[in-house]
């Protein structure tokens, strides 16, 4: 015992059932409540055997003491322990335990707010359900509340067993009734392994046998109110931070040393980013950089000035953008809307980035180490390969809706709890050889709960990514069909609990998301399905190669074979392809690695395309994707991103050759087999994103100069306007607080009477002329029509002044922008201005 304790009475005989009772300054009812225990114990002797009544005097400051020692006196058999001062009830409850020798320990509150009557109940409970501890559940159905609590005092108790419920010991509905009958040497065990001194030590010893496995059994009681209660108001506050602190104690060291490395080794990957945020740019993020931190400004803004964030006109001006339609992130870019509007959107740029890598990873890590192996250190290299896989850190370029994906692995949990049904218990799956974690063997899954928890997942990954979120159902779906062909009796098991956890979920998700998502399809800006060209589908060859990124990769060998370097999308590596099927032979009895290797084959074969090539001929064959390829949803998908989906099944095959390398007798088996996994991946390590400087801005917007030539409802019209490979105007709006709007812009939005989706605002035929002039640099002969063209596209527009930044073919932009106003440009705050005006006049000068 750490507690310094002065025990009264001879602790040192075995018996059948001890008796603890905390007590803190419970003079007034102390001694009727030890009467009723010693007259209950005595009147059957025979089914309580020997028995010790054991009081703790928890510092109490009236007669307990006194009164104790007075019964102590009349009955051998009741024992006082004098705490070192009032320590609270955690404190006195670890005293008595530690100091009993029953074979039973009941626990009860000095009140008998429960007789001890209820006392019979637990016994025959214990004994019958062979369970370890038999605990007085006030929320059973059938128990029953004699004398009711002030509303106001069970509404806060209510609301605290649904949190405990929550983060600490799922399934449990009362934790908190004071009476509890346990398996002496467990309860002892239980006890000495404590830490909290306060009432939260009820939940930390459920948490304790539910992770050793050991069955808890709520039992229903009779329960009264009794007046006294030393329960105050704040001690429900004081109940939730010892909760944090139980949270914080289950957390192992190996695992923040994981977690450490993956935050670490995020870090490392954008340290040129965040050696330079004020000029630092991605050297492969094409114009994302600007897009992304546009959408991170232009959120917080709407959220600061209390507007629509599912819309705006300050980029395609003036039909504008349907933000739910693009790639927002509203699931990051709103949280963090502080971060932005006090460091600005550069800064919320780079810590999603670097942030949400390390969080996949470790969100793959607890998953793996949850349900699949045994040793941290393999599920640590399963979650760093899922998460810092080629594709990956592809994305990590300018994707962040692809690299940040910590709620799959939560989504993939919650699934498959609804599958293990009722009666399923948390931790150890078929195919893995781990324990598990969360509350343990024992705990029973509540298809309830599970399915509203997937429901608000799935609602939060929408507003996080929804392509990424139907790719994991996709991958979630092949996994499920192959298991069940290989496991059909878990199958007709899974089923049911399954399909009604997912009705649950969807009656949870559809409401929340109904809205958002009508504006998405239905609402201003909104299109179709998005144009990908006809080179959206992977090379065969593009598994076996390495990503630029990778170490053994070089841009000249992976830029062939991708649409971009944004896109690389498989790039495994063959070395790594075949380690994966060395792992799938060698493990091919289990039936998980036979659902994985069927899902990492299909995924692999979908991301093909509607057609691929047999590589070094001219032979092309139709791929799977053609079926889904004019699909709703599907349409819009990128389908060499279906590739993605192998990342976490090669992360979960190594996990799962590492797990039994680690711990192989045989040392050469362990060594070499170790080292053929370091020689598949050391090939596909990441390197640092390359970072190039940013071009100043010009002072015409830094300074606001732009204020005397763009009025309400106008735009700038930038030379030329911003699209999808050329996108800076974004960047001068985010970084100088988004007070103008402009003309084009990089987004999805809505083209054609048949609103296909497009990359960018409906071109314009003065739009198209400008980059025209930009990529040639030569000023065409203009025909007449052109500055009747001009001044219709800029009325469209709703140009309030023209602006020519320095670039690079400036002077063929000046001609050509000269030759379609009609007259010279005024060179003001380090750029060529002209001012148009509302229906772009054809005068000089600037409006008063």
Not at 428 to 454: C, F, H, K, M, Y
Not at 738 to 752: D, E, H, I, K
Request: proline share 5%; hydrophobic share 50%.
């Amino acid at each position: 015992m750490s507690e310094t304790a002065t025990v009264s009475g001879d602790l040192s005989v075995a018996v059948d059932l001890s008796v603890v009772v905390p007590a803190y300054n419970e003079e007034a009812r102390l001694r009727p409540t030890l009467d009723a225990i010693c007259a209950h114990l005595r009147a059957e002797p025979g089914r309580w055997g020997s028995w010790e009544l054991i009081v703790v005097d928890d510092g109490s400051t009236d007669a307990t003491a006194k009164i104790a020692r007075e019964a102590a006196a009349e009955e051998p058999r009741i024992h006082l322990i004098s705490g070192d001062g009032n320590r609270g009830k955690g404190s006195a409850l670890r005293l008595g335990v530690l100091a009993s020798y029953g074979r039973r320990v009941l626990v009860t509150d000095a009140d008998l707010a429960t007789p001890i009557e209820e006392l019979d109940r637990l016994d025959k409970q214990l004994a019958a359900e062979d369970s370890a501890a038999a605990i007085g559940s006030r929320a059973h159905p059938d128990s029953r509340i004699e004398v009711h609590q002030r509303r106001m005092r069970e509404w806060l108790g209510r609301m605290g067993n649904r949190l405990i419920r929550a983060v600490a010991v799922p399934g449990i509905h009362d934790t908190q009734c004071g009476f509890k009958l346990f398996d002496g040497d467990r309860a002892r065990a239980a006890f000495a392994d404590s830490r909290l001194d306060g009432w939260g030590i009820d939940v930390e010893i459920l948490r304790f046998f539910r992770r050793e496995g050991w069955p808890v059994t709520e039992v229903p009681v009779r329960w009264s109110h009794q007046a006294g209660s030393k329960v105050r108001p704040l001690d429900y506050g004081r109940v939730l931070l010892e909760l944090v602190r139980l949270k914080a104690r289950a957390v192992r060291r190996a695992d923040l040393a994981v977690l450490g490395l993956f935050l670490v080794a995020s870090v490392l990957l954008y340290k040129d980013l965040w050696a330079d945020l004020d000029r630092g740019y991605l050297a492969d993020a094409g114009s994302d950089q600007n897009q992304w931190e546009w959408f991170f400004a232009v959120t917080a803004d709407n959220v600061a000035h209390l507007r629509n964030p599912l819309f705006t006109t300050l980029q395609g001006h003036p039909e504008g953008v349907n933000l739910m339609a693009n790639t927002v992130m509203l699931g990051l870019s709103v949280p963090f809307t502080p971060v932005t509007l006090l460091l600005g959107p550069t800064v919320t740029w780079a810590l999603v980035l670097t942030l949400g890598l390390a969080a996949t990873a470790a969100a793959w890590y607890w998953l793996i180490a949850r349900r699949l192996v045994r040793n941290r250190w393999a599920a640590a290299l399963g979650g760093a390969l899922a998460a810092f896989a080629p594709p990956m850190i592809s994305h990590g370029n300018a994707h962040p809706n692809f690299l940040v994906l910590f709620m799959i692995p939560l989504i993939v949990d919650r699934a498959l709890r609804l599958c293990e049904g009722e009666g399923g218990s948390e931790g150890n799956r078929e195919g893995g050889t781990g324990r598990g974690g969360g509350a343990g063997a024992g705990g029973r899954n509540n298809v309830v709960r599970d399915g509203v928890l997937l429901g608000l997942f799935a609602t939060y990954q929408i507003f996080l990514g929804e392509e990424a979120l139907l790719l994991a159902v996709m991958g979630m779906l092949l996994f499920a069909l192959s298991y069940a062909l290989v496991r059909r009796d878990v199958a007709r098991a899974a089923w049911r609990p399954l399909l009604r956890g997912l009705g649950i979920a969807a009656v949870v998700c559809l409401p929340l998301v109904a809205f958002p998502l009508a504006w998405q399809f239905f609402g201003p800006q909104s299109y179709t399905s998005v144009l990908h060209g006809d080179n959206a589908g992977n090379s065969l060859l593009a598994f076996l190669q390495f990503a630029g990124r990778s170490l053994m990769g070089s841009d000249e060998g992976a830029d062939p074979l991708a649409m971009n370097r944004t896109e690389q999308n498989a790039f495994y590596g063959w070395p790594l392809i075949a380690l994966a099927v060395a792992i799938v032979v060698r493990l091919w009895r289990l039936a998980l690695v036979k659902a994985l290797a069927f899902t990492a084959v299909v995924a692999a074969f979908l991301s093909l395309g509607p057609t691929f090539r047999i590589p070094y001929t001219d032979i092309v064959l139709p791929g799977p994707w053609r079926a889904l390829a004019h699909q709703p949803l599907f349409e819009s998908v990128i389908e060499s991103r279906v590739a993605m989906i192998c990342a976490p099944v090669l992360g979960v095959l190594v996990a799962l050759a590492a797990d039994r390398l680690l711990v192989t007798r045989e040392r050469v088996h362990r060594v070499a087999g170790l080292a053929a996994v370091a020689a598949a991946l050391l090939p596909v390590l990441p390197t640092p994103y390359p970072v190039r400087e940013r071009a100043e801005i010009p002072a015409f917007f830094t300074e606001g100069m732009y204020r005397a030539y763009v009025f309400e409802d106008e735009s700038v019209v930038t030379v030329p306007l911003p699209h999808p490979g050329s996108a800076e105007a974004l960047y001068w709006q985010s970084a100088t607080g988004l007070g103008f709007s402009v003309a084009g812009g990089y987004f999805n939005g809505p083209w054609g009477p048949e609103r296909m989706g497009i990359y960018g605002a409906t071109p314009r035929h003065t739009s198209n002329l400008l980059n025209d002039v930009r990529n040639s640099g030569r000023a065409p002969v203009l025909a007449d029509g052109w500055q009747k063209q001009a001044r219709a596209d800029l009325e469209a527009w709703k140009a309030g002044v023209v602006v020519l930044v320095p670039q690079h073919n400036e002077a063929a932009l000046y001609e050509t922008v000269e030759k379609l106003l009609g007259r010279p440009g005024e060179r003001v705050g380090g750029v060529w201005v002209w001012d148009v005006g509302g229906a772009a006049p054809t005068g000089g000068g600037v409006r008063s």
